[in-house]
């Protein structure tokens, strides 16, 4: 089985430009997590979606970050404009359609460096 | 909101000691204990986890237990591998309500077994 793939593994910009990522979950997995990672810490949650719907977005800058999940499958994140602070690195999970599995299943994220 | 602190930050054994490391929770409708090892430009993965329901849990030479009233719980791993080396994060979840699915990490623990 296929893990959570993640692209690109990383990414190198100028502040005030625009980067997105994106995420294929594990193939049948209705519930995506976005994370951020930042240096020497535990992820950090954005953004949850259960199957198209984005059910938990309380975490997300919502100034500058954006997030679709258009057919229930791939996800994207974007941000825009990226800012210094904003380097880290993006773990997109996923969960599997079972009831009451809670295992989340992580990507190998992307590491975003901002100039 | 859930609170995880995790102890101690680095760890350092010789081949064949016994690791232990420790995470405190706040949220007391927090049900759901999951322990991730990251290896460098990895994406967490998921080594063990227990639920409020059981008191421990083993799998080899990984054993998690859970104390409920404090509110606390430890990973114990014996006769540690070098292999074992890498950066490890409790986490908690509630698997109901608001907040479902969520993982609040602590902090993370490097752990280094030398040869």
């Known amino acids: 089985e296929a893990g959570v793939v993640q692209s690109p593994r990383y990414k190198i910009i100028e502040k005030k430009q625009p980067v997105a990522f994106w995420c294929n979950p594990i193939?049948?997995?209705?519930?995506l997590y976005w994370y951020r990672q930042n240096l020497g810490q535990g992820p950090e949650l954005l953004i949850r979606?259960?199957?198209?719907?984005?059910?938990?977005d309380s975490q997300l800058p919502k100034d500058r970050f954006s997030a679709e999940r258009l057919k229930g499958v791939d996800s994207t994140l974007k941000i825009q404009p990226a800012e210094l602070g904003d380097s880290a690195v993006y773990l997109c999970?996923?969960?599997?359609?079972?009831?009451?599995?809670?295992?989340?299943?992580f990507g190998p994220g992307t590491r975003l460096t901002v100039l | 909101g859930e609170n995880v602190e995790q102890h101690p930050s680095t760890l350092s054994v010789q081949e064949g000691d016994s690791a232990v490391i420790k995470c405190t929770y706040s949220?007391?409708?927090?049900?759901?204990f999951p322990w991730y090892k990251q290896e460098l430009g990895k994406g967490p993965q998921l080594i063990i986890d227990?639920?409020?329901?059981?008191g421990e849990k083993k799998d080899q030479r990984i054993a998690v237990t859970l104390n409920k009233t404090a509110k606390h719980f430890s990973l114990h791993i014996t006769e540690t591998q070098p292999e074992d080396s890498a950066v490890y994060f409790c986490?908690?979840?509630?698997?109901?309500?608001?907040?479902?699915?969520?993982?609040?990490f602590g902090q993370g623990t490097i752990l280094t077994v030398h040869p």
């Open positions: 227990i639920r409020s329901n059981v």
């Open positions: 979606y259960e199957n198209e719907e984005a059910v938990d």
């Open positions: 986490a908690a979840s509630r698997s109901r309500g608001t907040s479902y699915g969520k993982l609040t």
């Open positions: 949220d007391s409708a927090s049900n759901y």
């Open positions: 193939s049948g997995h209705n519930t």
């Open positions: 999970a996923s969960t599997p359609r079972t009831s009451g599995t809670d295992t989340q299943y």
